[in-house]
């Protein structure tokens, strides 16, 4: 399993690029993912439960419009809650759920017990850039989510191919299967919100963040002596700003 301080370096280093880099990939076939930030109303998180299970299990347990509902347990979003749906493309959103009493339930039983709805995202997987394959996609083995979002400097970006690069090269070279993904914002979040890049390491218990982690020590193998160094003042050079969040798989709340 990836570690902590792999996450570290491989967001920093996928932050690099921003848009421009994501854009030029191959569009015809993607995995993106819609995200909706919600906060509780702490109230009526009973009634906010059973409601968000009917609707979720009625409307979105299979397909494109699947839902998993995850809880922030860290980080400046702690508290909140991710609704996610997916994996899908911008042309399934023409056929989302609406009809079938799905907008009037949505409306009249679920948001009554939410504060807010904090933002709304389209996360693309750079699917050159992140190990997802070894997760089996019919059910969930990694509950836990170990998220890092990076925000990158104006006018900074002409180093990212040697440096994802290097990363994937020393993610490969490391022992034992490292799942993660790495994800684009789909819409501009300009130098304010941020947000541009998040990537994840998925991984089934938080024991997992007590193992001693191989990066370093992989990379220099990798790339030879002087190169950490070299690595990491790059990435000091291009990043104005990141933050982990953990995210916690609710089976109760999502759709499947």
């Known amino acids: 399993m990836i570690k902590r301080t792999i996450s570290l370096f491989l967001m920093v280093a996928i932050s690099f690029g921003l848009m421009p880099t994501i854009k030029a990939q191959d569009n015809s076939s993607y995995t993106m993912y819609e995200s909706v930030i919600l906060t509780p109303d702490n109230t009526k998180l009973k009634a ?30 702690a508290g909140k809650m991710v609704w996610e749906m997916g994996p899908l493309k911008f042309s399934d959103l023409d056929g989302r759920p609406a009809q079938g009493g799905h907008d009037e339930d949505w409306r009249d039983n679920v948001m009554p017990n939410i504060k807010k709805m904090n933002t709304v995202e389209y996360w693309k997987e750079m699917s050159k850039l992140s190990n997802t394959g070894m997760l089996d996609p019919n059910k969930v083995t990694h509950p836990l989510l170990n998220i890092r979002y990076h925000e990158v400097n104006k006018g900074k970006g002409s180093n990212i191919n040697r440096l994802l690069k290097q990363i994937n090269e020393t993610v490969k070279a490391m022992d034992g299967e490292n799942p993660y ?76």
């Open 48 to 77: 906010l439960g059973e409601a968000m299970t009917k609707h979720n299990k009625k409307y979105h347990a299979n397909g494109p419009y699947k839902v998993s509902v995850y809880n922030i347990t860290t980080g400046p979003n």
């Open 181 to 256: 993904g790495v994800y684009s914002n789909e819409f501009q979040q300009g130098y304010t919100i941020g947000r541009h890049i998040a990537t994840v390491n998925f991984m089934k218990n938080w024991a997992e963040l007590d193992k001693p982690d191989k990066f370093k020590e992989t990379f220099i193998k990798v790339h030879g002596d002087g190169s950490w160094q070299a690595f990491l003042d790059g990435m000091s050079n291009t990043f104005s700003n990141s933050w982990d969040e953990i995210w916690e798989y609710s089976p109760k709340l999502s759709g499947k």
